[in-house]
């Protein structure tokens, strides 16, 4: 048995932190260093980072809700085959089902659940402990979040086309700017009814983080997003803005 064993929780590391975002940077930090320790792949600290991003602030912002005389409590332990973590806050609780489904066209420009929905897509394991309390979620190695005939390390071709107030906003010199970070091929362009279309290849992860990134970036000038997914055609060299 290691000093911390992911299967058994009385072993595993912890820090209790003040419900500041500055202050849960540390464990944060820390726990990504040790996935890159035991050799973790650039995929799952990426997944990993992601989601405790999201877990992180829900405890301070919507747990504790920014009260600085609570705390948040993490505890983690990670090995070479999987890494567990659990965030807790001091708040009141919440009910995951009661959350309404952030993908929904309605709910599109209204931040809240996202945290939810990205911790469950990029994680393997989750579970909503002591009535909302407590997150627990794991990140294997060899990752089985994503099933399908696909390899998310295949490369697909996706269309969106956002509408709502997207064009004269900046909508294509954001997602221009953004595409910078992720490795991503493509263009984005505005459309006559008045949509932005954005046309991206790369694989499933690189462009669930991109779409993610703009919808983020953009959530106040999107009211919808209609996506779909095609084999690539291997006809871009970098990502541009399309008149």
Same mark, same amino acid.
């Given at each position: 048995?290691?000093?911390?064993?992911?299967?058994?929780?009385?072993?595993?590391? &912890?820090?209790?932190?003040?419900?500041?975002? $500055? %202050? @849960?940077?540390?464990? =944060?930090?820390?726990?990504? +260093?040790?996935?890159?320790?035991?050799?973790?792949?650039?995929?799952?600290?990426?997944?990993?980072?992601?989601?405790?991003?999201?877990?992180?602030?829900?405890?301070?912002?919507?747990?504790?809700?920014?009260?600085?005389?609570?705390?948040?409590?993490?505890?983690?332990?990670?090995?070479?085959?999987?890494?567990?973590?659990?965030?807790?806050?001091?708040?009141?609780?919440?009910?995951?089902?009661?959350?309404?489904?952030?993908?929904?066209?309605?709910?599109?420009?209204?931040?809240?659940?996202?945290?939810?929905?990205?911790?469950?897509?990029?994680?393997? &394991?989750?579970?909503?402990?002591?009535?909302? $309390? %407590? @997150?627990?979620?794991? =990140?294997?190695?060899?990752? +089985?979040?994503?099933?399908?005939?696909?390899?998310?390390?295949?490369?697909?071709?996706?269309?969106?086309?956002?509408?709502?107030?997207?064009?004269?906003?900046?909508?294509?010199?954001?997602?221009?700017?953004?595409?910078?970070?992720?490795?991503?091929?493509?263009?984005?362009?505005?459309?006559?009814?008045?949509?932005?279309?954005?046309?991206?290849?790369?694989?499933?992860?690189?462009?669930?983080?991109?779409?993610?990134?703009?919808?983020?970036?953009?959530?106040?000038?999107?009211?919808?997003?209609?996506?779909?997914?095609?084999?690539?055609?291997?006809?871009?060299?970098?990502?541009?803005?399309?008149?």
């Amino acid at each position: 048995m290691t000093a911390f064993d992911p299967d058994n929780e009385s072993t595993f590391h &912890e820090c209790v932190v003040a419900s500041d975002l $500055r %202050e @849960v940077c540390a464990p =944060k930090q820390s726990i990504l +260093t040790e996935l890159q320790r035991c050799g973790y792949g650039e995929e799952a600290v990426f997944a990993m980072k992601l989601a405790l991003e999201e877990a992180l602030t829900n405890a301070v912002k919507h747990g504790n809700r920014g009260d600085p005389k609570k705390k948040v409590i993490v505890r983690f332990a990670v090995s070479p085959e999987k890494a567990v973590v659990v965030v807790r806050d001091e708040g009141g609780g919440f009910l995951p089902d009661d959350v309404p489904d952030c993908t929904s066209p309605d709910r599109l420009p209204v931040p809240n659940g996202r945290g939810i929905m990205l911790i469950r897509a990029y994680m393997d &394991e989750v579970c909503y402990r002591d009535h909302g $309390r %407590e @997150v627990y979620f794991v =990140k294997r190695r060899v990752s +089985t979040a994503r099933t399908g005939c696909c390899s998310c390390n295949d490369v697909i071709r996706r269309t969106v086309r956002f509408s709502g107030n997207v064009q004269g906003v900046g909508f294509r010199y954001t997602a221009a700017n953004l595409a910078t970070r992720f490795r991503v091929a493509g263009y984005v362009r505005n459309l006559p009814d008045g949509r932005v279309e954005l046309v991206a290849e790369g694989t499933e992860v690189e462009l669930d983080r991109f779409q993610c990134e703009i919808e983020k970036a953009m959530s106040s000038a999107i009211r919808d997003a209609a996506s779909s997914d095609a084999p690539p055609t291997g006809e871009f060299k970098a990502f541009s803005i399309s008149h």
